[in-house]
């Protein structure tokens, strides 16, 4: 097995390192950042893409680095998460385990804990959500907790930091005592084949026996792999153990012998103070209603792309006469919203800094426009979007430390069943809002093949955070021109555009290319909780310095190149945003493709292609490589490109289909350079080589494709809606109805009634 160290020096000095494990959504995240703050950070672990987050308490005798390990059900090789906690605590530079220990769902997560009691290592077992244990009527014995498990308990409440200087000074005092494991196995009905595997591992002169003995009895792969002298042994003990009510499967017998241990020392530590129903209980009668649960859920997400995007906050537009007012960053005839604002300022001042660096630079010349027309204009467009994105994903980390998100998984559950999905596919669908890139990695805990390739095939339909400054640009350059089109609505329809093709996009999937059924998804709620604040902040930096760094690295680069490209001739003649230029010759040729999407037409056709193969870099050169293509370094010359999309078919104006289908292709087609590398890892494991090639080649034609034709469709029914509405109407319509009536059918509603009718027809 390979061990993993780490570096135990900071200024020459030796490191105490203390090692946190918990399940997930057991507040372990929450406690690491209360206890290190800003001597945080964040890489990855050897060899994976899983974070790895190291931190310095400084407030004892001694500094202590923390290592915070992923979040974990158990210490079994199912999962990279797991492998990675497994391989840690096994090492020799662990000098203290703590343990922190959902108090509200106490059985659950002492499965954990008796597999880390096993180790021969130092463990404080940390309770967390006491406060809101006692508040739903609930208490525990901790003095007889502690008795139990022989290791310190310290109660906590890492949301309200609260026993955190306790918990430290106890890791502290325990990590300077040696301590010898116990087992749950010791006194069940394994006893026998248990301690005859612990004299094996002790004959071999291993550390941590009990847990190695324990692993190897379990079937542990990783642990057969490493002693296989010991495996061949204890195969031949287990021909003497009759486990008849378990059908000999010896990794069920150890499960059910963990729960009986918890339950039968553990529980009864529980003491119901009063009865009275849980908070979390009350708001979920609302949240995760069968019928209300969705369209709330839908409701709250346009709320917030409403505060994020919207040009006319408080719906005041309606009643203000136009020309009342114009104040710039707060809005003409209207209110911006926060976010709205923000984008103001900051195209306010990026405009200041092009402007003066313009006027300082002589006119004509080409290093000008390389760093006004170029640089400038590439790397500002990607810049100026950041504040919304930023509070984009303060509203969604809000979400998620609240408990919604998985609420949100738990609520579609039953709807992604019918689509070969199951709601634990949901997870890494929702991590793609964010990036795809754990999102596809995120597959992994996925419990079939099948499904696992059909997530990762759905994961660019889920916009994320690299698209949005696309969908801010075009909405708020539409919304400017056309005061019926908002734009948060614009942003709401493209994210939802994302969702419903995703949908049909798994149904055709499961029933063509990639079939099997959906594992059965079982999962454990955990209760709502206000938002760490100091977490979500940190989140919000780390995204801040990732679109700084791109935008100063990758995006100004590949901005410098494409300006070459496109303000150059072949013969070398400087022929700035010119259809003549080298790149507009070669895209007039191939954007005769896109006409049919509506965006590949007109004068300015090439220049949308030109933004969108660029996108195969990174997203943001999307915005960055308009922002290039537009000259003038100024939002009004990005805005007057944007809205000259489509141009006119024969008399009718279609900038707003033309618009719906460039960003409906933007969203849909194949991802990033980075996402399509990691998708290609993973649908590379596979039965063999050719058969991964053959999933890996599948998807980019799939992708490719999906974002054709839905475009196509956009931009068509788009056009029939400008040319006649009502016409448009019944056609949307009848495909709703089909739509819903399919539905019906698939779901076996259509059965159920014919079953009822013939039941009374019976009777008559």
């Not at 010991?230 to 153990?241: D, P, R, W």
């Not at 400008?722 to 495909?735: D, E, F, R, T």
Request: neutral net charge; glycine residues 8%; aromatic residues 10%.
């Amino acid at each position: 097995m390979k061990k993993i160290r780490f570096r135990k020096k900071e200024e020459n000095v030796d490191l105490l390192q203390f090692a946190i494990a918990g399940n997930p959504n057991c507040g372990k995240t929450t406690l690491f950042n209360s206890l290190t703050g800003s001597n945080a950070h964040v890489g990855n672990w050897p060899g994976v893409t899983v974070d790895k987050k190291v931190g310095i308490y400084k407030k004892l005798e001694e500094n202590i680095e923390l290592l915070d390990l992923p979040g974990i059900y158990s210490l079994s090789p199912y999962t990279p998460e797991e492998v990675i906690a497994r391989n840690v605590v096994l090492g020799d530079d662990i000098d203290c385990i703590i343990n922190i220990v959902d108090a509200t769902c106490l059985e659950r997560n002492l499965y954990l804990t008796t597999q880390i009691l096993e180790l021969d290592k130092p463990v404080v077992v940390a309770l967390n959500m006491m406060d809101i244990m006692e508040r739903s009527g609930y208490k525990i014995d901790i003095e007889a907790l502690e008795k139990s498990l022989g290791v310190p308990v310290v109660p906590i409440s890492a949301l309200r930091k609260k026993g955190m200087k306790e918990l430290m000074a106890m890791a502290y005092a325990t990590s300077k005592v040696r301590r010898r494991g116990v087992s749950a196995l010791e006194q069940s009905a394994l006893r026998e084949i248990f301690h005859k595997t612990v004299d094996l591992y002790r004959a071999d002169n291993q550390t941590n026996v009990l847990f190695r003995a324990a692993k190897m009895i379990d079937e542990d792969e990783l642990e057969i792999a490493e002693n296989p002298e010991i495996a061949k042994k204890v195969e031949k003990l287990k021909k003497n153990i009759d486990l008849e009510q378990y059908d000999q499967d010896f990794s069920a017998a150890i499960a059910d012998i963990r729960y009986d241990y918890i339950v039968n020392y553990f529980s009864a530590h529980i003491i119901k103070v009063e009865s009275r129903t849980a908070r979390s209980e009350k708001i979920d009668k609302v949240l995760t209603h069968k019928i209300w649960g969705i369209p709330i859920f839908l409701a709250i997400m346009f709320l917030v792309f409403h505060i994020t995007f919207s040009e006319n906050f408080l719906f005041l537009g309606a009643v203000i006469p136009e020309g009342s007012f114009d104040i710039p960053i707060i809005g003409e005839d209207s209110i911006a919203s926060p976010g709205a604002m923000l984008l103001g300022s900051v195209e306010y001042l990026t405009e200041l800094i092009s402007d003066a660096v313009s006027g300082a630079m002589p006119e004509g010349v080409w290093y000008t426009g390389l760093v006004v027309d170029g640089l400038f204009a590439g790397v500002f467009a990607v810049l100026s979007f950041v504040p919304q994105i930023l509070m984009l994903f303060f509203f969604l980390s809000l979400l998620e430390d609240t408990g919604y998100m998985a609420r949100v998984a738990f609520i579609t559950d039953r709807a992604f069943k019918r689509f070969g999905l199951s709601g634990k596919a949901l997870m890494p669908l929702l991590m793609c809002f964010g990036c795809a890139v754990p999102g596809i990695l995120g597959t992994r805990t996925l419990g079939t093949d099948a499904e696992r390739r059909r997530t990762i095939y759905l994961t660019p339909f889920f916009s994320c955070g690299a698209k949005l400054p696309i969908w801010a640009a075009f909405a708020g350059a539409f919304a400017a021109k056309y005061a019926s089109l908002p734009a948060d609505v614009t942003v709401f329809t493209i994210y939802l555009i994302g969702i419903v093709v995703a949908i049909v996009a798994a149904i055709f999937l499961k029933k063509s290319v990639i079939k099997g059924e959906a594992q059965t998804f079982i999962m454990e709620l955990p209760n709502y909780n206000r938002p760490q604040m100091k977490s979500v902040f940190i989140h919000l930096w780390e995204k801040l310095k990732h679109y700084v760094y791109r935008a100063a690295t990758i995006i100004a680069g590949a901005v410098i190149v494409l300006w070459f490209l496109t303000s150059f001739s072949f013969k070398m003649e400087y022929l700035p945003g010119d259809d003549a230029s080298i790149l507009g010759i070669i895209s007039k040729w191939l954007s005769v493709l896109f006409v049919p999407l509506g965006w590949g037409m007109g004068a300015n056709g090439w220049k949308f292609l030109v933004a969108s193969l660029t996108g195969t870099i990174a997203k943001e050169m999307v915005v960055a490589s308009l922002g290039t293509l537009a000259g003038g370094g100024t939002q009004e010359a990005l805005d007057a490109l944007l809205v000259s999309i489509g141009g006119n078919l024969g008399s009718l104006n279609v900038a707003i289909p033309a618009m719906f289908s460039y960003l409906a292709f933007n969203l849909l087609t194949i991802p990033c350079a980075a996402a399509i590398a990691v998708a290609r890892t993973e649908l590379m494991v596979a039965e063999n080589k050719k058969k991964g090639r053959l999933y890996f080649w599948g998807a980019i034609l799939f992708w490719i494709l999906t974002a054709y034709v839905v475009s196509l469709i956009i931009f068509w029914f788009g056009v029939l809606a400008v040319y006649k509405a009502w016409l448009a109407a019944i056609v949307g319509i009848i495909i709703g109805l089909a739509i819903v009536i399919y539905a019906m059918y698939k779901g076996g509603v259509i059965d159920q009634i014919r079953q009822k009718l013939a039941a009374k027809k019976e009777i008559k």
